[in-house]
């Protein structure tokens, strides 16, 4: 079904290729709302593991340095259809526009510019400035976001956690003797992707291909950094974490539950908390969590971090893509759950560039 276009507007809008036009990483760097997902190599990773064509609309013509931009991903799925998402796989990704009236004549003319082409929606993600009533675009998804600020000292960080849930589970991990590494090799991430597999089972939720985590490495190279907690070398819990300018965002986390008691993940974010304010940071991106997850909002809380409200935007009809294919919660119980390991990490594979 195509999208539902407004009326003509002044505004003209003009396609980049971020992956061959050095003026969106140019914006990216001097834009204060960027963040990781905006970058050229995460938007490379992308389209290495999944095949999405990245395309960045801007008001700016071809001659001129970019003054705005909205990126995307081009998604086309014999089952879930053709979109456009700003960003699939990411938390979040704000519009690079100055004003909320600059993000409404950018969508407005984005909507003119596309009519035609059969998108079935289009999605954005941002953290703060939303499409206005005006602009065609409803809300899609509510998540749960939380951020801690690093602007302070370490000791008053620590202050900052819940005594009994945070501070003591840390103290318990070090008295435990947990061996800590970080690092971004194939063996460190392999075992990562160990972990990774239980937590997704355990969640039961298909696992994003191994394939993800190794283009994420090779695109991002030292803005990624995994970290691992192991007992007597056994690994026992992990958290991936990613860099961009003054910004570290926890995009992944994952243990073994025979050994949750040990503190391992609460060791893991300390460490890296701690590591963070040596190097200058500003900010820990904890993600985005299910409202109905209150065991997960509340472990971020405990650390001090703050909540706020995460929207997702559409314009066009579309369902949940995951809901499109049937990925129920009950199917993923009781067919996801049942899966022999090899058809469980294949169905990734094969499902999540439909997700998208």
């Known amino acids: 079904m195509s999208l539902l276009v407004r009326e003509p507007v002044n505004a003209v809008v003009y396609p980049v290729q971020p992956l061959q036009d050095p003026r969106w990483a140019r914006l990216v760097e001097r834009c204060p709302r960027s963040s990781v997902f905006h970058t050229v190599a995460w938007l490379e990773a992308l389209h290495r593991t999944y095949g999405y064509i990245p395309v960045v609309y801007t008001t700016s013509p071809p001659e001129d340095?970019?003054?705005?931009?909205?990126?995307?991903?081009?998604?086309?799925?014999?089952?879930?259809?053709?979109?456009?998402?700003?960003?699939?796989?990411?938390?979040?990704?704000?519009?690079?526009v100055d004003s909320a009236e600059e993000l409404d004549s950018l969508l407005s003319a984005l909507q003119s510019a596309i009519a035609g082409q059969r998108f079935r929606y289009i999605e954005l993600r941002p953290l703060e400035l939303a499409p206005g009533s005006s602009a065609s675009f409803h809300r899609s998804e509510n998540f749960c976001f939380h951020r801690i600020s690093l602007e302070r000292g370490l000791p008053e960080l620590f202050h900052s956690f819940h005594k009994s849930c945070t501070q003591?589970?840390?103290?318990?991990?070090?008295?435990?003797?947990?061996?800590?590494?970080?690092?971004?090799?194939?063996?460190l991430l392999r075992r990562f992707y160990g972990l990774f597999l239980l937590t997704r089972r355990r969640h039961n939720v298909p696992p994003p291909p191994l394939k993800w985590f190794f283009n994420l490495a090779a695109c991002l190279a030292d803005q990624l950094r995994i970290h691992m907690a192991s007992k007597g070398g056994q690994p026992i819990a992990s958290i991936l974490t990613l860099r961009a300018?003054?910004?570290?965002?926890?995009?992944?986390?994952?243990?073994?539950?025979?050994?949750?008691?040990?503190?391992?993940?609460?060791?893991?974010?300390?460490?890296?908390?701690?590591?963070?304010?040596?190097?200058?940071?500003?900010?820990?991106?904890?993600?985005?969590?299910?409202?109905?997850?209150?065991?997960?909002?509340?472990?971020?809380?405990?650390w001090g971090a703050v909540r706020s409200d995460l929207t997702y935007w559409r314009c066009g009809p579309g369902s949940n893509p995951i809901a499109d294919c049937g990925l129920s919660a009950g199917f993923r119980a009781q067919v996801i759950a049942h899966m022999p390991d090899a058809i469980?990490?294949?169905?990734?594979?094969?499902?999540?560039?439909?997700?998208?």
Request: aromatic residues 10%; charged residues 25%.
């Open 65 to 96: 340095e970019l003054r705005n931009g909205i990126v995307f991903c081009r998604v086309s799925s014999w089952v879930t259809g053709r979109r456009l998402v700003s960003l699939p796989f990411s938390d979040h990704c704000e519009a690079l």
């Open 168 to 187: 003591q589970r840390i103290k318990h991990a070090e008295r435990e003797g947990l061996e800590y590494e970080a690092g971004a090799s194939p063996s």
């Open 245 to 302: 300018k003054a910004r570290l965002v926890c995009k992944y986390a994952c243990s073994d539950p025979a050994f949750n008691s040990l503190g391992g993940i609460h060791l893991l974010h300390w460490r890296t908390l701690q590591e963070a304010v040596g190097q200058g940071l500003k900010e820990y991106d904890m993600g985005r969590s299910e409202w109905s997850n209150t065991g997960l909002v509340n472990f971020k809380e405990h």
């Open 344 to 356: 469980f990490r294949a169905a990734g594979g094969v499902l999540y560039r439909h997700f998208g």
